[in-house]
């Protein structure tokens, strides 16, 4: 860390074992991303239940190039739980920044294009032909949104293929915009 951790404590005191549990998470967040500003942790006493007692309440706001991370969890009714759910809410919520900074997060690939190679309304299928030339079976149902009757024969859609009892078959079609 750039900047000295803050520890704050709100309507009670900290002990110094909390405060050592404190400060060996924030050493571990250090070590799970060197590129860390700052580490404010605020822990407090939100109020008082009547059938629950003390609550204590661990807030941390993490500061990267660029961004400002919190992480502000339910009260809990144990002091340390509260730290250490803090501290792994922010463990992942890191984990998550440096997985979309090297680029390593799911990219859902867009269905394949086709278009309506021929329509049986009244029998309720057609065919989709793929840019190869490939002629897939469709059912209405297939086609989402209640969409089929908007289909025409040219119409661009995207489609799933799965393999049916008789060959290929869309099984989800959307009408390409």
Do not use: W
């Not at 086709?114 to 309304?121: E, H, T, Y």
């Not at 209640?146 to 959307?174: C, N, Y």
């Amino acid at each position: 860390m750039k900047q000295p951790l803050q520890i704050t404590a709100h309507n009670f005191d900290l002990t110094e074992s909390i405060q050592t549990v404190i400060r060996e998470r924030a050493e571990k967040l250090d070590h799970l991303d060197d590129k860390i500003i700052s580490c404010r942790v605020v822990v407090d006493v939100p109020h008082r239940s009547s059938n629950k007692g003390l609550l204590y309440n661990a807030q941390i706001y993490l500061a990267i190039p660029g961004k400002e991370l919190t992480v502000k969890n339910e009260p809990h009714e144990d002091l340390y739980v509260a730290v250490h759910d803090a501290f792994d809410a922010m463990e992942r919520r890191l984990k998550d920044q440096e997985e979309k900074r090297r680029g390593h997060t799911k990219h859902h690939e867009e269905s394949p294009l086709a278009f309506v190679s021929q329509l049986f309304p009244e029998q309720g299928f057609g065919f989709i032909t793929t840019p190869e030339g490939r002629e897939i079976y469709m059912h209405e149902n297939s086609v989402l949104n209640d969409q089929f009757r908007d289909l025409q024969v040219g119409t661009k859609v995207r489609f799933v293929e799965s393999m049916g009892e008789d060959g290929p078959q869309a099984s989800t079609v959307r009408i390409a915009s």
